[in-house]
């Protein structure tokens, strides 16, 4: 996600560096690619025109420290007015109710809502410790209710059977009921959705909202859909009082123009951004984390709540304690590396939280996506416990015996191996000179990059777990 504003913006910081101090003239010419890259990002006009009049007051006001360098001060600049365009801080599910805690969620066909649902669901019992109920009142579709119990059942959370006979404001009263009976913490509301905003869906919804009374009611949005999203936002808001926004499809999204626009323009902040498939792939919006990302500032805030939430802690210390005692990185290290780094969104959702580690983003998922994470750990698990400890003993017979066992050629063993070397050469280099080796030569301080028919970044996730 903003990737494409994220390079122009880059660019642009680069180019003021060279300036000895901010002028109008070189903050005219500055805004007017700010503004280009803004339009490109497909965020919306009246968002661009008040984003370009507020930095560039700013920019030519007393606040802007003398002690900076030009790109430094306009670049703070544009981060805070980033951040005031989407919100200024975090806005948290509002769950201070008597229980049931009715959270209503509506949005277009398509846009992600029965998959939202059950990433919420996940998220409240995991990180919030809540007893869950899932109701789908999307009796038109009854692929949509088979949808939403079979991820209840994924994420492990309840869910209350609807049927296409049904009456939705009479199933979501039965729903509240047993909510209320069986002493749940949150119901969960999914709502029919249509193709394209009409008024028999938005009646029905306004007939749902006021006999469940939700304490929330957040809208569902694909990301992809641009100025469209935000119009279509506002349109429900007008017919329900929409409390916030789930960003759908964020990952695919290279522009981020609804990120930056559906707050200014509705008034209702982003709550969530859903960001892959799997049902762990939601994240709270923090308005500043995101202004830092699109600027190549990084996210380190929220890689370290990733790794308290994914990584076991008790695998990482036990590694840890085996490196320092001077034992070898063995094929099992790799393939628990892996295993805690895909829990984690993968290697390129871990570069883009890294500052100044953007730009290898999508270097780093064309080695070491999750098809090729899957594809590796598969040759691990084609190796006998041995093989594994000492890969050492692999030679081509049994290279041949591996490649047969996970379906893949030679070849892909032969890389895994050179792979494995590197990082166990990594590992040493770490033992005495720490992460800044690392960063070396990952390419930070100058065209690092990754190692030849590599994949693994040198150091490879264990850099980033220790």
């Known amino acids: 996600m903003f990737n494409n504003l994220s390079e122009r913006l880059e660019g642009i910081s680069k180019r003021l560096r060279g300036q000895g101090r901010l002028t109008e003239d070189n903050i005219r010419d500055t805004l007017r690619e700010v503004r280009m890259a803004l339009l490109e990002a497909d965020v919306a006009l009246p968002v661009v025109k008040a984003f370009v009049n507020d930095v560039r007051e700013r920019a030519l006001g007393a606040e802007v420290m003398k002690s900076l360098s030009p790109g430094q001060a306009f670049i703070k600049i544009v ?28 949005g277009l066909q398509g846009s992600g809502k029965t998959t939202s649902i059950g990433k919420l669901g996940r998220w409240l019992a995991e990180d919030r410790k809540k007893k869950v109920l899932t109701v789908s009142l999307d009796v038109y579709r009854p692929a949509a209710i088979d949808q939403l119990e079979r991820l209840a059942g994924e994420v492990g959370v309840d869910f209350q059977p609807t049927a296409s006979s049904d009456d939705p404001v009479a199933a979501g009263q039965v729903a509240l009921e047993r909510a209320r009976r069986e002493y749940y913490d949150v119901l969960l509301v999914d709502t029919a959705g249509r193709l394209h905003v009409d008024e028999e869906m938005m009646d029905e919804v306004k007939r749902v909202h006021t006999a469940l009374d939700p304490v929330e009611t957040l809208f569902v949005v694909d990301s992809m859909t641009g100025q469209d999203a ?8 007008e017919a329900l009082p929409l409390s916030g926004v789930i960003l759908t499809k964020t990952d695919g999204d290279a522009r981020g123009g609804a990120a930056l626009s559906i707050r200014y323009i509705t008034g209702k902040p982003i709550k969530f951004l859903g960001v892959g498939e799997k049902t762990d792939a939601l994240e709270p919006f923090h308005p500043d ?3 830092s990302r699109i600027l190549g500032m990084g996210d380190v805030l929220s890689l370290v709540e990733d790794v308290e939430r994914s990584v076991d802690q008790r695998e990482a210390e036990k590694m840890a304690a085996k490196l320092k005692k001077g034992k070898g990185f063995d094929l099992e290290d790799l393939r628990s590396q892996m295993q805690q780094i895909t829990k984690m969104g993968g290697m390129g959702g871990l570069m883009d939280k890294l500052p ?18 899957r594809r590796q750990i598969a040759i691990i698990d084609s190796m006998t416990p041995k093989e594994r400890r000492k890969p050492e003993v692999i030679n081509g017979s049994r290279k041949r015996r591996i490649a047969r066992g996970c379906g893949l050629q030679v070849q892909d063993v032969n890389r895994l191996l050179k792979q494995h070397k590197q990082m166990q050469k990594m590992m040493k280099q770490m033992k005495k000179g720490g992460m800044q080796k690392m960063m070396r030569q ?3 301080g100058g065209g690092g990059g990754f190692p030849p028919g590599g994949g693994m970044p040198p150091g490879g996730p264990s850099g980033f777990l220790r």
């Open 79 to 106: 981060r805070d007015e980033l951040v005031r365009v989407m919100g200024e801080e975090n806005a948290d599910l509002d769950l201070a109710t008597r229980p049931p805690a009715v959270v209503l969620v509506a």
């Open 230 to 237: 935000v119009n279509t936002a506002r349109a429900f808001d």
């Open 289 to 291: 984390r995101v202004a």
């Open 356 to 373: 100044g580690m953007g730009k290898l983003t999508e270097q780093v998922e064309s080695q070491m996506g999750e098809k090729q994470v």
């Open 442 to 444: 990952l390419g930070a």
